[in-house]
T-cell receptor, first 117, second 112 residues
């Protein structure tokens, strides 16, 4: 079974600064998908960014980018120019490409991101 | 387009009571899931379905049951509520492997 580890329970950053959230995963599979989800106090799960394992190029979405290191099984999220609205829980998640991916996402425990004004 | 709708948003149950958490999606997604989120933890998969009439257990299925009679609906049944089932429950649906999972707004369930 796959596991996802987020080693930072909480991170704090000044507004407008850059912060990196860490995620490592364990899998024996070669084909899979990785995601970062944001969960604000409203509880809504919001997709931030996604990465296909077979793509070497790191995904980028506006101020959000990832550093995907397949050999190291690492998938960190970088948030540039942090804004107050970025304050939330951030979850790293893994989905297998085998079995149709029917067995859903495997989540890390999350990182609570605090933005200091 | 409503997406994934879960009801209720909040519920308090007494030990031994039963209830059904409702989930419906209007995006014609085949894949649907139920997760639970405990404090300080990520989401854990309870049950999933790959289409109408097909369901299977996830990581933490004990104490729950599901059914999938239509593509749209995927209710989660708690038969004999226990304090260990106090959690936030999320329903989600997915169109395909790489596509975004759409989540409902969650149900906060407390068993007392």
């Amino acid at each position: 079974a796959q596991t996802v580890t987020q080693s930072q329970p909480e991170m704090s950053v000044q507004e407008a600064e850059t912060v990196t959230l860490s995620c490592t995963y364990d899998t024996s599979e070669s084909d899979y998908y990785l995601f970062w989800y944001k969960q604000p106090p409203s509880r809504q799960m919001i997709l931030v960014i996604r990465q296909e394992a077979y793509k070497q190029q790191n995904a980028t979405e506006n101020r959000f980018s990832v550093n995907f290191q397949k050999a190291a099984k690492s998938f960190s999220l970088k948030i540039s120019d942090s804004q107050l609205g970025d304050a939330a829980m951030y979850f790293c998640a893994y989905r297998s490409a085998w079995g149709g991916g029917a067995d859903g996402l495997t989540f890390g425990k999350g990182t609570h991101l605090i933005i200091q004004p | 387009n409503a997406g994934v709708t879960q009801t209720p948003k909040f519920r308090i149950l007494k030990i031994g009571q039963s209830m059904t958490l409702q989930c419906t999606q209007d995006m014609n997604h085949n894949y649907m899931y139920w997760y639970r989120q405990d404090p300080g933890m990520g989401l854990k998969l309870i049950y999933y379905s790959v289409g109408a009439g097909i369901t299977d257990k996830g990581e933490v299925p004990n104490g729950y049951n599901v059914s999938r009679s239509t593509t749209e609906d995927f209710p989660l049944r708690l038969e004999l509520a226990a304090p260990s089932q106090t959690s936030v429950y999320f329903c989600a649906s997915v169109k395909g492997l790489y596509t975004e999972a759409f989540f409902g707004q969650g149900t906060r369930l407390t068993v007392v």
